[in-house]
Structures are given as C-alpha cells and as structure tokens.
C-alpha cells in the first residue's frame, strides 16, 4: 500500500483481511486516533487500547452509542436490540449488571477449575490426534482445532454429543453479529440462528431443573433458582455467550498459532526442544495473531483520547491485534520471540471484561500444539493453502491441510 492512499480502516478489503499488519503499523504511525469514514474512532497504540478497556467512562454496551438509533431504522436490528426475551450478556453490560453476572460464573472458569479439567483435555487431544494419525494428513481446523474446545465447552454444559453439529451452525451465523458491517443475509441468518439456539437452550434449561447432574448448566440453574441473581432470559443469555465463545475462539488460538510455528521453523524447533517454553510460547502467539481483533466500547461522557476529542455517544473501536505489535510496547514486535517477556499482549481484552475464558483457552492451546507437534513428527504445511475464515472481528482459519509422515509398518 503506499503512502498516497487514503488512509482509512477498512478491514473488510481482501489484502487486509488476509494480512492486516501492515495497514495497523500504518495508522499507529500516521493516525493513531483515527476518525473512520463509518463515523467510529480507532485506535491501533497499546497505551491508548488499554486506557480505553480499563476507562470506566467507556461502556460495553450497544445501547450507549448514539449509532442504536441510526441502526434502529433497521427492523431486524431493532427486533435485536429490544426484544424482550433476549437480554443482554454481560459482555455487552456495564456495572452493576456486570459485575452481577460475572460474578455468578466466576469460579466455573479460575485457574484452579480450569486445571482440574486438564486430565479430561489430554485425553481428548490424545483420541483427536489418534484418529488422524494413520493418515499422512489432516486439516488441523477440522480435526483438532475445532472439536477440542467445543468438547470441552458442551460437557462443562452437558450438550449431548448429537445436537453438536445444529450448534456448530448456530454459532457460525451469530458470530457474524460481531462484525462491524453484517450483510442483510447474514444479519437474517443471524438472527434465526439466535432464535433457534434460545429455543433449544430453553428446552435443555427445563430437561435440566427436571433432572439436575453436577454440570455447569446445572449450578447455573440453581443461582437462577435462588432469588433474583439471574432471570431465565439472562441464563439463557450467559449460556450463548459461554457456549459461542467455546465454539469460536480457541478454535482461532491452536489454527492461528500452529500456522506461525510452521511459518516459523525455528520457533517450532525450540518449542519442541524445550517444554518449558508452552507457557510463554502460547502468549506469544495470542499476540502475534491475535484471535480477536478488535473491540468496541461507547463513550459515556465527552473526553479526550490522544489529542482528539470523542463526544458522549460515539464509538471507539480498540484494535487489539495492532496494539499487540506496538513497537512501544513490544520492541521488534514483528518478530515471533517465544521467549518475549514481558508480554503484556491484549489479545484478551483488559479492564472489567477481561476474558472470562482465559484459563481455559490458554491450558487447552498449551496441551493441544505441544502435543500435534510430538505426537505427529515431520508434520508440515500441505500442497492446499490454509483458507482464512471471512469474518474480520475473529481473526482464524476455515482450514489448515497439514502433511506428516506416517509410521512405516
Ligand atoms: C483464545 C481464545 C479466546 C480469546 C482470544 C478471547 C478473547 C476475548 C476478549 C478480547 C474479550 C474481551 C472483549 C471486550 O472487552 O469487549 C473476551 C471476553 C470474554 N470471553 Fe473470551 N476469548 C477466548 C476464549 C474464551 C473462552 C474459551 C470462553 C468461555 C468458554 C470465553 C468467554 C468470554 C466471556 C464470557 C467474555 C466476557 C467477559 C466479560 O464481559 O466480563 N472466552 N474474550
């Protein structure tokens, strides 16, 4: 891209998608608080990113922008946003509400629930990588990436194993919502998709306060029961988000973060040849391809953001992947350093709504590479390219064909 374009955030156009870096280092250097032509402002700088994430005078949610009117004039949108049976999640709910919400399935996902999950993932990763293992080739999205957190995600819930495939398409056509543009087809898809995953929950909810077992669904089920902790519609709506966030997610981490190793034989061999370095080298690769790319937040009074002044309503949208390569944060931030440290990465967010998930996404990533690149040897990038998925806001893979040799017999 030279220097004569006009510079503006559009993340939808293909060269970005694919690779959206260069234009990030571009607005971080020449227009760090930039005023897109869609109305928004955007930020690329570490400091100002965090700032804004951690700003009580920022809010999560939708109905704060001054755009929910503009939008409104949409009838889908607005049965979206008002509609009485969906109440918001608490990623798009301020406090008190949030910390209501938070609080109430905090302890399912600490580190210390998280670990006593570890022996059940290994077990799974092992069976996963077993399947394939005969074969000489794999789809690393397919057959690892993406049946790992979604196991793991509908047993802490006790989804049976045959609805798992009617999830799978819920979850693909609500994520689109996260987008910052969402095409007509895709908003109407998105919005069956949420019906039918409300109505199935609903049933799952009822089939569950009818016969309670020791699963998260459950436990949630009883803090609804007790009081007024949690409305059904809000269970309801705790349970998309869990159960989306599962889905779409860490999916991105393992495809993204395999993809950069190989991309990165050196890296790779290290990791191989020292353990000790899955922790760091998973962090590293949140934020070297981070699987989030940005957020959004709503100015709740008029302020100042680097010189710049936001009005009370306006939207700022944090992008997370390119304050994970700020050069004043993370010298050479370009480079792949499984060893980086510090590695203050925000590739889960900061401030109040800091990834909920985050221990569970970091223990099953640090089990699921270490353990494709012993358990299958020589594995490399297949004669197919790896296929980006086309959402924006999640940065990730539809596939990614690897090769390794097989055992000779
Ligand atoms: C690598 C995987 C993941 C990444 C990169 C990621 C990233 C993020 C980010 C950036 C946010 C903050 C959004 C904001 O501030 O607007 C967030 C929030 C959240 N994430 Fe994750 N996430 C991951 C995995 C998961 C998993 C596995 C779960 C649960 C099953 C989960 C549940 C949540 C929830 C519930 C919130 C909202 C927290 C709140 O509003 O207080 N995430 N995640």
Same mark, same amino acid.
């Given at each position: 891209?030279?220097?004569?374009?006009?510079?503006?955030?559009?993340?939808?156009?293909?060269?970005?998608?694919?690779?959206?870096?260069?234009?990030?280092?571009?607005?971080?250097?020449?227009?760090?608080?930039?005023?897109?032509?869609?109305?928004?402002?955007? &930020?690329?700088?570490?400091?100002?990113?965090?700032?804004?994430?951690?700003?009580?005078?920022?809010?999560?949610?939708?109905?704060?922008?001054?755009?929910?009117?503009?939008?409104?004039?949409?009838?889908?949108?607005?049965?979206?946003?008002?509609?009485?049976?969906?109440?918001?999640?608490?990623?798009?709910?301020?406090?008190?509400?949030?910390?209501?919400?938070?609080?109430?399935?905090?302890?399912?996902?600490?580190?210390?629930?998280?670990?006593?999950?570890?022996?059940?993932?290994?077990?799974?990763?092992?069976?996963?990588?077993?399947?394939?293992?005969?074969?000489?080739?794999?789809?690393?999205?397919?057959?690892?990436?993406?049946?790992?957190?979604?196991?793991?995600?509908?047993?802490m819930f006790g989804?049976?194993?045959?609805?798992?495939?009617?999830?799978?398409?819920?979850?693909?056509?609500?994520?689109?919502?996260?987008?910052?543009?969402?095409?007509?087809?895709?908003?109407?898809? #998105?919005?069956?998709?949420?019906?039918?995953?409300?109505?199935?929950?609903?049933e799952l909810i009822a089939e569950r306060r009818a016969h309670p077992t020791g699963d998260l669904l459950t436990a949630l089920i009883v803090a609804e029961d007790h009081?007024?902790?949690?409305?059904?519609?809000?269970l309801?709506?705790?349970c998309?988000?869990?159960?989306?966030?599962?889905?779409?997610?860490?999916?991105?981490?393992?495809?993204?973060?395999?993809?950069?190793? &190989?991309?990165?034989?050196?890296?790779?061999?290290?990791?191989?040849?020292?353990?000790?370095?899955?922790?760091?080298?998973?962090?590293?690769?949140?934020?070297?391809?981070?699987?989030?790319?940005?957020?959004?937040?709503?100015?709740?009074?008029?302020?100042?953001?680097?010189?710049?002044?936001?009005?009370?309503?306006?939207?700022?949208?944090?992008?997370?992947?390119?304050?994970?390569?700020?050069?004043?944060?993370?010298?050479?931030?370009?480079?792949?350093?499984?060893?980086?440290?510090?590695?203050?990465?925000?590739?889960?967010?900061?401030?109040?709504?800091?990834?909920?998930?985050?221990?569970?996404?970091?223990?099953?990533?640090?089990?699921?590479?270490?353990?494709?690149?012993?358990? &299958?040897?020589?594995?490399?990038?297949?004669?197919?390219?790896?296929?980006?998925?086309?959402?924006?806001?999640?940065?990730?893979? #539809?596939?990614?064909?690897?090769?390794?040799?097989?055992?000779?017999?």
């Amino acid at each position: 891209m030279s220097t004569s374009d006009t510079l503006a955030f559009n993340p939808f156009l293909p060269e970005v998608h694919e690779d959206p870096y260069p234009l990030y280092r571009r607005l971080r250097e020449e227009d760090p608080v930039h005023r897109s032509p869609l109305g928004m402002w955007v &930020l690329t700088r570490h400091a100002d990113v965090l700032a804004v994430l951690r700003d009580p005078r920022m809010s999560r949610d939708p109905r704060r922008s001054e755009r929910v009117e503009m939008l409104r004039s949409s009838a889908e949108v607005d049965a979206l946003l008002s509609s009485e049976e969906a109440a918001p999640s608490m990623l798009f709910v301020d406090p008190p509400d949030h910390t209501r919400l938070r609080t109430l399935v905090n302890k399912a996902f600490t580190p210390a629930a998280v670990e006593r999950l570890r022996p059940r993932v290994e077990v799974i990763v092992a069976g996963l990588l077993e399947r394939v293992a005969g074969a000489g080739a794999m789809d690393v999205v397919e057959d690892l990436a993406y049946p790992l957190p979604v196991t793991v995600i509908c047993e802490m819930f006790g989804v049976p194993d045959a609805d798992w495939d009617r999830f799978r398409a819920w979850s693909r056509a609500l994520v689109r919502l996260l987008d910052p543009l969402v095409a007509a087809d895709a908003l109407e898809r #998105a919005l069956e998709a949420r019906l039918g995953l409300r109505g199935y929950l609903r049933e799952l909810i009822a089939e569950r306060r009818a016969h309670p077992t020791g699963d998260l669904l459950t436990a949630l089920i009883v803090a609804e029961d007790h009081g007024h902790q949690l409305g059904e519609a809000e269970l309801v709506s705790m349970c998309v988000l869990l159960l989306v966030a599962g889905h779409e997610t860490t999916v991105n981490l393992i495809a993204n973060g395999t993809l950069g190793l &190989l991309r990165h034989p050196e890296a790779r061999a290290s990791l191989q040849a020292d353990p000790a370095l899955t922790g760091s080298a998973v962090e590293e690769l949140l934020r070297y391809d981070s699987p989030v790319q940005f957020t959004s937040r709503h100015a709740l009074a008029d302020l100042e953001i680097g010189g710049s002044r936001v009005r009370v309503g306006e939207t700022v949208v944090a992008v997370l992947g390119a304050a994970n390569r700020d050069p004043a944060q993370f010298p050479d931030p370009d480079r792949l350093d499984l060893t980086r440290k510090p590695n203050r990465h925000v590739a889960f967010g900061g401030g109040i709504h800091f990834c909920l998930g985050a221990p569970l996404a970091r223990m099953e990533a640090s089990i699921a590479i270490p353990a494709l690149l012993g358990r &299958l040897p020589g594995l490399e990038l297949g004669p197919e390219p790896p296929v980006r998925r086309d959402t924006v806001t999640l940065r990730g893979l #539809a596939s990614l064909p690897v090769t390794f040799p097989t055992p000779s017999r």
